[in-house]
């Protein structure tokens, strides 16, 4: 009988140790590992036999947090590394060669859009950006050479849906060995499972709400035994090197524990303050998939558990009133990041998207004006009200 989510993100991952039986992971901080002799050295680089060789290629508490992840996302393996870019750039690095294409959506986190845009296509993979919110746009944009469908549901910053199940279902149907890579970020497993809707890998910031606590870099991925096996001999072995630090991953599978409970918190309080904000005279618009006004509520009832933590607006106000609004934030914090106990605020066109040229901006709908925030964990009257005299003083 499968265990429950809450359980699962808990007792997954157990390591024995001979003689000792600690409740809390101990940190495996070693560079190296022990062989009892040349043969068993020889075996384990031959993979005749399981076990640590190199924290590059394996320790206990990266594979810890990556047994988690793959038990939550409904993978048959999981990996980590030491930045959610770093997921990123092996997974691909993996997925293509030089003569492949990838198909991206046009709205992606601004340092995945620059690695796709002015990375890949330095190496001679070929890059097309379009709006995943009409499937159709996907279908059209399908070429023989496609070798990956990138993308992120909900999309950073303008909280836009992508129906997983069907841009997989195109996909597969165009070519079934076509890797259909979802960002779970914004979501994690506990809201959102990509892999069930028919996706092929998902790849996370760690840093976000995985960890939970603003005090790790790291990155993940799941999906197939073969393809992150792949990924952990070739993408981060031999190209990136993204190796994550044994306390990082310590900290992650602390994090890992509370995930259910934070999330719930963080989209409880989410929901509050989007309602408020719609509501608000000085608002001119609210991006929140948990509201009834975003264009694709209906799609997120159905692929979404709830409803998250993050909540993007456009002010009735010039861009210096904007920005007088968001540094007189008392309780929100003015940092970029995301998924952390407290609630952050940001302005995407010129922190986290500054990749982007104006032009882009206006073809992937990120309006110039918009704020994000990510709602955190504190009592939602008390983000409410410093958000309130912030509006006040526009």
Known sequence: MKKGFATRQIHTGHIDLPGI??????????????????????????????????????????AQIGEKLAALEGAEAAMAMSSGMGAITTVMWTALRAG????ADDALYGCTYSFFTHGLTRFGVEVTLVDFSNPE???????????????ESPTNPNLKLVDIAAVSEIAHAHNPDVKVIVDNTFCTPYLQRPLELGADV???????????????????????????????MFGL????????????????????????????????????????????PK???????????HPQYELAKRQMKDFGGMVSIELNATRSESAEFI?????????????????????????????????????????????????GLEDP???IADIEAGLSRI
Request: include cysteine; proline fraction near 4%.
């Open 237 to 280: 072995k031999d190209m990136t090197g993204a190796v994550i630090g044994p306390f990082e991953a310590y900290l992650i599978a602390r994090g890992m524990k509370t995930l259910d409970i934070r999330m719930a918190r963080h989209s409880a309080n989410a929901m509050e303050v989007a309602r408020y904000l719609e509501g608000h």
């Open 100 to 103: 492949d294409h990838l198909l």
């Open 327 to 375: 540094n007189s934030l008392e309780l929100c914090t003015l940092a970029v990041s995301l998924g952390d106990a407290e609630t952050l605020v940001e302005h995407p066109a010129t922190m986290t998207h500054s990749t982007y040229s104006p032009e882009a901006l206006l073809e992937a709908n990120i309006p110039e004006s918009l704020i994000r925030f990510s709602i």
């Open 137 to 151: 746009n996907v279908k059209s944009a399908l070429r023989d050479n496609t070798r990956a469908v990138y993308f």
């Open 21 to 62: 039986s600690p409740l809390a992971m101990p940190i495996f901080q070693t560079s190296t590992f022990e062989f009892d002799s040349a043969a068993q050295g020889a075996r384990r680089f031959s993979g005749e036999e399981r076990g640590y060789i190199y924290t590059r290629l394996g320790n206990p508490n990266s």
């Open 202 to 232: 998902v790849v996370h910031s760690a840093t976000k709400y995985l960890n939970g606590h603003g005090d790790v870099i790291a990155g993940m991925a799941a999906g197939s035994a073969e393809f992150i096996g792949e990924c952990t």
């Open 381 to 383: 009257e008390d983000i």
């Open 283 to 293: 608002v001119k618009r609210v991006l929140y998939p948990g509201l009834s006004s």
